[in-house]
């Protein structure tokens, strides 16, 4: 048996490909365009694994993933390819159209195609997973519940605005065409392999490189932190026993303010590894001009997996940043090479040669 998995060589997709392939030899098939986010030193382990296939190449590519689907036959896709930074999205939303949008778009007409043209034992075995975000919700106030699955699409950015628009392509293939679909929208994922972007990346290497910890306003806007190998384990829970067509919000329980994050990672990193001048790494704090439209509160009620699918996170947020912190600590040339360019040029080499 074979799943494809898009996105494979991003932070969420490449510990995905990794979990899967340490708990079974299922193979993968990873098909990835590698933009600056793709990284394939992420699934460096997988080196010379034949349970693992790498290819590289674009969700938008009607041909392509034809050819995939038809030569692989796998019996689900996950879907975890996209841009997925906010800020990226608000300086250039093109990219976000095309791949999170359009890109969707052509990857459901060639999985709607593969499938219809399956027998009935394997048609009725497959499916399409597509990943999302708690950001198609919009942002809560301070006393708000969290966001449960019927909660109404209300995306702010560039970039919750094209995740939703995947959201309802991946839902209308369902109710037109019967697609066998399952959509899973997650809070704010940490761990391993998270490229130095993103909040609690960018803190742990700028902290340590002395340079400033750029905070966002007044720092008080609230994320809800998912632990990236339990939202792995979600997926897998929901790709076994998800109810088709259905949607499942995954979340951490960990609602934190970002100044909060800042100050753990800090303390964290002065426990263990602290200046040279014994100064906190609270020092570099420093406040900037906000996110233009910046999402108050993002909170997650993952009920529903917990009772439909007896899901629940392993890891706290005590547990889960300790790790985090702990894996770059730990993995300084996997930081290096991020922030040299170096996979990049390993890829242009790799692929000049092929
Ligand atoms: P990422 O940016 O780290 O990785 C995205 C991957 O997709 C990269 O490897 C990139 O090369 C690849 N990609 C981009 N465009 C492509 C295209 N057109 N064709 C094929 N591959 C392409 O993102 P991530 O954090 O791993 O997120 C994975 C998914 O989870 C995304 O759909 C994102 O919207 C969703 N999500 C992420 C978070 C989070 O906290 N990181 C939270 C909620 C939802
Ligand atoms: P981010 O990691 O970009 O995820 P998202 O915007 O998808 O939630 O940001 C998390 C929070 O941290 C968000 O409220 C913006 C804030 N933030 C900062 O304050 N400083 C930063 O340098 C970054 C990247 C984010």
Known sequence: ?????????????????????????????NLDKLTYAGNVHNLAPL???????????DIGDAGLVAALLAQHQPRAVLNFAAESHVDRSILGPGEFIQTNIVGTFHLLEQVRAYWAALDTPAKTAFRLLHVSTDEVYGSLAASDPAFTE???YEPNSPYSASKAASDHLV??????????????NCSNNYGPLHFPEKLIPL?????????????????????DWLYVKDHCSAIRAVLAGGRLGETYNIGGWNEKPNLDIVNTVCDLLDELKPRADLQSYRSQISYVTDRPGHDRRYAIDARKIG??????PTETFETGIRKTVQWYLDNPDWVAQVQ????RDWVATQYAQS
């Not at 080196?47 to 190449?57: I, L, M, N, S, Y």
């Open 1 to 29: 048996m074979t799943i494809l998995v898009t996105g494979g060589a991003g932070f969420i997709g490449s510990n995905f490909v990794l979990d899967w392939l340490a708990g079974s030899d299922e193979t993968v098939v």
């Open 47 to 57: 080196a010379g694994d034949p349970r693992h296939a790498f290819v590289q190449g």
């Open 150 to 152: 019927t909660h109404r």
């Open 171 to 184: 839902r209308a293939y369902h109710h037109t065409y019967g697609l066998p679909v399952l959509t899973t």
């Open 203 to 223: 803190m742990i290497v700028n902290a340590q490189a002395g340079k400033p910890l750029p905070v966002y306003g007044d720092g008080q806007q609230i994320r």
């Open 307 to 312: 009772q439909e699918l007896g899901w629940k």
């Open 340 to 343: 040299s360019g170096a996979y």
